[in-house]
């Protein structure tokens, strides 16, 4: 169990998981250097939490952010082939980098009442690679051999619009690969019980990696120990300062919003601190 770590605009990662090509699992990949347009994107993925595919419109967001993974060149089609922690452990590096490391949860105690907050940093949440031959996991089912893979984005993108026990099934339905070395067919997914899909799952998590959003924690108050879930992506409205930047480059330079946005962060941070340093403005 590792931890996210720090990291810098346009690194190199190691992803917990990896994306399959050509048989083997890549896990190294590289984000592009961080525009405006990347971050306009990043937040209107964070306001389209009730969109009818918000997996899709992830896998749009890392297309745009992920320069490749491993020697091939990453776009939207790679980003939803990645498997759903992967997508989270690359949300989360592209979330430190926009808004910070630092995320605090309110949490009210169930025992006296009283509100309290929890700060933890993201670099800190637990990292749980992949395990042995992922991307598949092995299950013997009424004496036959079962294989299935971890679900992807595209996975998620696929049942997005379906009823949770509908989708439940159809997710299962697209993640096995053979039984007793043929394709799984209708009949055998159809057939299968509550209790053999959750063997199923179960399996899959085993070698399926993770990034942890729980904290264990204690109310300051009375110390009655809690569970809090993390929410480490920044709160809807981050994206409120990138405009503002637009506004004061458009003002001075007369740059339209296109061109800032096009810019590098770093270098639009550097234009506006010549603007600050001109009106006598230091930090």
Request: include cysteine; hydrophobic fraction near 45%.
């Amino acid at each position: 169990m590792g931890s996210l770590g720090a990291w810098t605009d346009g690194a190199e990662v190691a992803l917990p998981g990896g994306l399959v090509v050509d048989g083997r699992v890549e896990q190294r990949a590289v984000f592009r250097r961080l525009t405006g347009q990347i971050e306009r994107a990043f937040h209107e993925w964070l306001g389209s939490a009730g969109a009818v595919n918000p997996a899709r419109a992830v896998s749009e967001v890392l297309g745009g952010v992920l320069d490749r993974i491993g020697a091939e060149p990453a776009d939207a089609s790679a980003a939803a082939r990645l498997c759903v922690a992967d997508r989270h452990y690359l949300l989360l590096r592209l979330s430190q980098l926009l808004a910070g490391d630092r995320v605090w949860v309110r949490a009210t105690c169930a025992r006296c009442g009283v509100p309290f907050d929890v700060g933890v940093s993201r670099s800190e949440l637990p990292v749980k690679p992949a395990g042995v031959g992922f991307p598949f996991a092995h299950v013997r089912l009424r004496g036959l051999d079962v294989t299935a893979r971890v679900p992807t984005g595209a996975d998620q993108e696929a049942i997005a619009e379906l009823a949770e026990d509908a989708a439940l099934r159809a997710l299962v339905a697209r993640c096995l690969v053979s039984v007793s070395g043929r394709p799984a067919c209708d009949a055998f997914v159809a057939g299968l019980t509550d209790d053999e899909i959750r063997t199923i799952e179960d399996e899959l998590d085993t070698v399926a990696p993770d990034v942890g959003a729980r904290l264990a924690t204690a109310c300051p108050e009375c110390a009655a120990e809690h569970v809090v879930q993390l929410d480490p992506f920044p709160a809807e409205g981050g994206g409120t300062g990138l405009y503002e930047d637009v506004h004061v480059l458009a003002l001075y330079y007369h740059w339209t919003e296109a061109d800032i946005l096009a810019l590098p962060r770093a270098r639009r941070r550097l234009y506006l601190e010549l603007i600050d340093r001109s009106r006598g403005v230091f930090a």
